[in-house]
């Protein structure tokens, strides 16, 4: 591969709660690919967190039992659709880096806001999908995007965005993003989120969690 990558997570509770109704994981994929994955529970606290635990542990062992990504979210919708009689909903969130070619597929269903931060801009990438388990068959949003040595792609969950003034979450978070001169993924996760808390006088509304995957040339 002529690629690798980095990733580092910031991430706190509703009410700074130690539970969390956000869950991620990182992962090797076949083919030289690498795969970041976070979803959003409904709601917060435990049962959130049992929600989102099972969406990933579930697309965790599907991916690795070889089923495409969009193919393994419809099963795992599937699951948590039937035989049930109230909704749980979650959200999934995944970045699928190629280590050969440095290409990115963003994929999402229900997800929050993902932005690709280049050397000297910011894009950003949103979805109208609806979270998983909610209905029997779901649109799955995807883009794919080229990287290049030192870009970042940062995720986040409901809970950051919605810290922001409503009519300026886009805008503020580009702004956020670009503040941190850092070549460290953790560093600029845990300066994002710093940075979110400061527009919120009180404690955390939601859980909230910023997921930064760094691609670099070998």
Same mark, same amino acid.
């Given at each position: 591969?002529?690629?690798? &990558? +980095? ?9 700074? @709660?130690?539970?969390?109704?956000? =869950?991620?994981?990182?992962?090797? +994929? ?8 976070? #979803? ?19 697309? /965790? ?8 990504? $969009? !193919? ?5 919708? !599937? &699951?948590?659709?039937?035989?049930? /009689?109230?909704?749980?909903? @979650? !959200? ?12 990115? /597929? ?11 931060? $280049? ?9 109208? @999908? ?13 883009? $794919? ?11 986040? !969950? ?10 300026? %979450?886009? #805008? ?9 001169? &850092?070549? =460290? ?19 955390? @509304?939601?859980?909230? &969690?910023?997921?930064?995957? %760094?691609?670099?040339? $070998?």
């Amino acid at each position: 591969p002529a690629f690798y &990558t +980095m990733q580092g997570t910031a991430r706190i509770g509703k009410g700074c @709660s130690s539970i969390s109704g956000d =869950n991620y994981t990182m992962m090797d +994929m076949p083919g030289g690919r690498q795969g970041v994955a976070l #979803s959003d529970g409904m709601g917060s606290g435990e049962e959130a967190c049992r929600e989102s635990t099972l969406v990933i542990e579930l697309l /965790e062992e599907l991916l690795e039992a070889g089923f495409p990504e $969009k !193919t393994a979210i419809q099963m795992i919708n !599937t &699951t948590l659709v039937m035989g049930r /009689e109230e909704i749980h909903y @979650s !959200t999934v969130d995944m970045t699928v880096f190629d280590l050969y070619t440095g290409e990115c /597929e963003i994929i999402k269903a229900g997800a929050s806001s993902t932005f690709i931060r $280049k050397k000297d801009s910011v894009e950003h990438l949103s979805s109208t @999908s609806l979270p998983i388990g909610v209905m029997n068959s779901i649109e799955i949003d995807s883009v $794919k995007r080229q990287l290049e040595d030192g870009d970042f792609v940062i995720m986040v !969950t409901d809970g950051v965005m919605d810290a922001l003034p409503a009519a300026h %979450q886009e #805008s503020l978070m580009k702004d956020i993003i670009m503040e941190h001169d &850092t070549g =460290n993924p953790a560093e600029l996760a845990s300066y994002i989120l710093g940075r979110v808390r400061q527009y919120r006088e009180k404690e955390p @509304s939601d859980d909230m &969690t910023v997921l930064v995957g %760094q691609i670099w040339e $070998k």
